[in-house]
C-alpha cells in the first residue's frame, strides 16, 4: 500500500507563493510517475502538473503554466509543486497522485493508483 501525504497549502493573498509538498511511502518512489490535480467547490477535479519517474520530464495545464512548477526529490521520497503569482482562480483543494506503471508523463486521473488527502489552497482578492 503507497500512502501521500499532502502539506504546504493555506491562506495567500493574491499574486503570492506556496510550495506544497507530497511524502511518499514505500521503497519504490523514483519509479512511479507524480501528478498534482485540484479541485475547486462545485467543480470537477482538473489536471495541474505531472513529472516522470525517470528524466525528470514535467507537464502543466496551461492555466498555470509559467507560474507553477513539479519538482521531485526521489531521495525523500517527496515531489514539489511551486506555485507563484497565484491567483483567485487557483483556490482549490490540492491533491497528489502516484501511477506505479507509468507510460511517461501522465496527465490522466485514470492512470493514478493512489491518491492523498488533499490540502487546501486559498487565494484572497
Known amino acids: 500500500q503507497v500512502q501521500l501525504v499532502e502539506s504546504g497549502g493555506g491562506l495567500v493573498q493574491a499574486g503570492g507563493s506556496l510550495r506544497l509538498s507530497c511524502a511518499v511511502s514505500?521503497?519504490?518512489?523514483?519509479?512511479?510517475?507524480m501528478g498534482w490535480f485540484r479541485q475547486a467547490p462545485g467543480k470537477e477535479r482538473e489536471f495541474v502538473a505531472a513529472?516522470?519517474?525517470?528524466?525528470?520530464?514535467?507537464y502543466y495545464a496551461d492555466s498555470v503554466k509559467g507560474r507553477f512548477t513539479i519538482s521531485r526529490d526521489n531521495a525523500k521520497n517527496t515531489v514539489y509543486l511551486q506555485m507563484n503569482s497565484l491567483k483567485p482562480e487557483d483556490t482549490a483543494v490540492y491533491y497528489c497522485a502516484a501511477a506505479l506503471r507509468p507510460w511517461g508523463v501522465e496527465m490522466l486521473s485514470t492512470r493514478y493508483n493512489y491518491w492523498g488527502q488533499g490540502t487546501q489552497v486559498t487565494v484572497s482578492s
Open positions: 514505500g521503497r519504490a518512489f523514483s519509479s512511479y510517475a
Open positions: 513529472i516522470s519517474r525517470s528524466d525528470g520530464g514535467t
